[in-house]
């Protein structure tokens, strides 16, 4: 069985089931900041806290939604490894987007993964659908969730 076919019929059995949970990222003010600086976006309701705690219904400094998706990155490291004969993953977009809770400053943030849907798309690709799930510890609502798109790349066979 080539690699690709091994990694078809893994990912297969998957389908539906939750396939990881990332550890926990705390999204401080600087973090916040650093993102707010990088983006260009220095939106008040992120960077300054005392006039958000004023003047806004979250108590304080919250995230940019595009920061808590960012992390999305960091949370798939800590669940995938790569299949065997994979050489790269790479971004291929989103299905399904909805920021659903503000992300406070100070909060922590994981991710949960479940496999949606795998698909061949050549002899060297997989497109993998992930449902993700970025929770806020202590919240019963989550940041966001996605159905996050991955092109799995791997060696063409000899």
């Known amino acids: 069985m080539s690699a690709i076919e091994s990694a078809m019929e893994k990912l297969t ?12 990222i705390t ?7 650093a993102f707010a600086d990088v983006t260009h976006d220095q939106q008040w309701i992120h960077v300054d806290p005392e006039r ?3 003047e806004t ?10 920061l808590s ?9 800590d669940c995938f490894q790569p299949e065997p004969g994979q050489v790269m993953s790479i971004n291929y977009g989103f ?6 809770n503000p992300v406070k400053a100070g909060s922590r943030l994981r991710g949960r993964f479940t496999v949606n849907t795998v698909d061949q798309r050549s002899p060297t690709q997989i497109l993998r659908e992930t449902g993700l799930t970025v ?18 790349v791997f060696e063409p066979e000899s």
């Open 13 to 24: 059995s998957q389908i539906g089931t939750e396939v990881g949970v990332s550890n926990w």
């Open 27 to 33: 999204v401080d003010q600087a973090m916040i900041n």
């Open 52 to 54: 958000a705690a004023r």
């Open 57 to 66: 219904p979250f108590g304080g400094a919250i995230a940019h939604g595009f």
């Open 69 to 77: 998706l960012s992390l999305a990155s960091r949370f798939a490291y």
């Open 95 to 100: 299905n399904k987007l909805r920021f659903l």
């Open 135 to 152: 929770e806020i510890e202590g919240s019963d609502r989550p940041a966001l969730i996605a159905d996050w798109l991955g092109m799995m």
